[in-house]
C-alpha cells in the first residue's frame, strides 16, 4: 500500500528539512559541537523552537531527506 498522497510537499520537505539543520545546529552549539540525531533532539530539554511547527513524521521525512543528501553524518 502507497501513502504517496500523506506525503509532504516538497514546500513543506523543504522547511522541515531548514528547521531540522537549524535544530542540530543549535544544540551543537550548546554541547559543545556533538551532533545530536534530530529525532534525538525531539522531546527532549534541548528542542529548538524551529522544530515546534512541525510534526514527529514531517521531522523523521525531513531527517531522511537530509541524510539522502548528505547534509547531516549518520549518527
Known amino acids: 500500500m502507497h501513502e504517496e498522497s500523506e506525503s509532504l510537499s ?4 523543504m522547511d522541515a528539512a531548514e528547521a531540522v539543520l537549524l535544530a542540530v545546529a543549535e544544540v551543537s552549539a550548546l554541547t559543545s559541537g556533538r551532533f545530536l540525531d534530530p529525532l534525538e533532539i525531539l522531546g527532549s530539554e534541548f528542542q ?3 522544530l515546534c511547527d512541525f510534526t514527529r513524521e514531517e521531522v523523521v521525512e525531513a531527517t531522511a531527506f537530509l541524510h539522502r543528501m548528505g ?3 549518520n549518527a
Open 48 to 50: 529548538p523552537e524551529c
Open 71 to 73: 547534509m547531516l553524518p
Open 10 to 13: 516538497a514546500a513543506r520537505l
